[in-house]
């Protein structure tokens, strides 16, 4: 079935104070037709009450993630690691989907345009670094962390400075501060690509002598270049900074960063299905990353009820499990007949305690011991979602 379609062209003019559409008396128009489905979207000279409509008519539930770099790379990795694969049929798409997650679009941004769509209802949830999340929220109420620590990301914002000249000898936020070449003719002079966090961090620990001047990218080069004193940049390991003849200082560290799971509490409590959603990701979230790195221990261990092979295991500080140890009994058939002369253990180990665990096991006992990956671990209830319920007053 063929669909038509017209388009009126129009322009307009912007200025700092309002926008004026002008239109033809008889506006041009031409017609299309096209077998493929019709869809339909705002017109462009729609009204503010029009476009309102067309945000309340969104059925959909929209999840931003990062487009570009290592984040996004992790992000997606993270999320394939929980069974909720990003399915993207053209890498050169912003829109796909998680065929797991039903009525869920997903959506392809800059990190910072997430956080303002979640601001103006144009996303529901996203993920984040807490520091992009704190630069462009700016303490925003309706943005709430449903996980703020998804183990990917890890960087901290920090003030940086030069080793060489006057700055040889400034080792802390203190020393800094003091320094009396500071003054409202001369002020201290910090590049960075956050301008809100910057002079908030200033205010609270009381500098006063300070200006901000914005900078993306290569910020190392500022004051070597004479266009700042110092910087107020991310910083992972350090080496750059280092390379370029800079360091941090004592209290200079204005935020610490990670990837966070985010979300509108307007969509949280109003949009249909959003909750239910949340739920769900959060779930499998908490359930992956509280699996990373531990193991399951196998093991068979003589003895004459579960309960004295239970006293030697807990004897072993490393193999009391999560919990305890799961014992069960081996049935084996001698003679004809079914008896039990072994029990088998089952102990939750992390990789850091796993060849101690093992030794320890066998020195008491333990045969046959087997070890596997988890690969998640769900709790009854996951503390972060009563914590949200409660931040949402549900």
Not at 93 to 104: C, E, G, K, R
Not at 263 to 284: F, M, N
């Amino acid at each position: 079935m063929a669909t038509s379609f017209e388009i009126h062209t129009f322009f307009y003019l912007k200025s700092s104070t309002a926008t004026y559409s002008l239109y033809p008396k008889l506006p041009s128009r031409f017609s299309c037709q096209s077998n493929a489905p019709a869809t339909f979207a705002p017109p462009l000279h729609a009204t503010n009450s029009e476009l309102e409509f067309c945000k309340q008519e969104r059925t959909a539930i929209r999840l931003g993630l990062p487009s570009k770099g290592r984040m996004a790379e992790e992000t997606l990795t993270l999320l394939k690691n929980c069974q909720l694969v990003v399915r993207q049929v053209n890498p050169r798409q912003y829109v796909a989907d998680i065929p797991q997650l039903s009525n869920l679009e997903v959506w392809f941004q800059r990190p910072k345009d997430i956080v303002r769509k979640l601001q103006s209802g144009d996303l529901d949830l996203g993920i984040v670094g807490l520091d992009t999340l704190s630069e462009y929220g700016q303490g925003n109420e309706d943005l709430s962390v449903v996980h703020n620590d998804l183990e990917y990301g890890g960087c901290r914002l920090s003030i940086a400075i030069p080793m060489y000249g006057i700055f040889e000898n400034i080792n802390s936020l203190e020393d800094l501060a003091s320094m009396p070449q500071w003054t409202n003719e001369r002020p201290l002079r910090i590049a960075t690509g956050f301008t809100y966090l910057g002079p908030k961090f200033m205010k609270e620990n009381g500098l006063k002598h300070v200006s901000f001047s914005t900078a993306d990218g290569a910020l190392e080069a500022a004051p070597a270049m004479g266009i700042a004193d110092a910087i107020l940049d991310l910083v992972s390991s350090g080496t750059t900074l280092r390379e370029n003849y800079l360091k941090e200082i004592k209290g200079g560290v204005v935020l610490e960063s990670q990837a966070v799971l985010i979300g509108s509490k307007k969509s949280l409590t109003q949009r249909p299905g959003v909750l239910d959603v949340t739920h769900e990701i959060l779930e499998r979230l908490e359930a992956h990353l509280r699996a990373a790195g531990q193991y399951t221990v196998t093991a068979n261990m003589k003895g004459n009820s579960a309960e004295e092979v239970a006293e030697k295991i807990l004897t072993q500080e490393s193999l009391s499990g999560l919990q305890g140890p799961t014992i069960s009994p081996v049935y084996c058939k001698h003679s004809g007949k079914v008896k039990v002369n072994f029990y088998a253990i089952a102990i939750c180990v992390p990789r850091k305690a796993l060849y101690t665990s093992v030794k320890q096991l066998r020195s008491i006992g333990g045969s046959g011991v087997l070890v596997s990956p988890l690969t998640y671990i769900f709790e009854e209830e996951t503390p972060r979602w009563r914590s949200l319920l409660k931040r949402l007053g549900m």
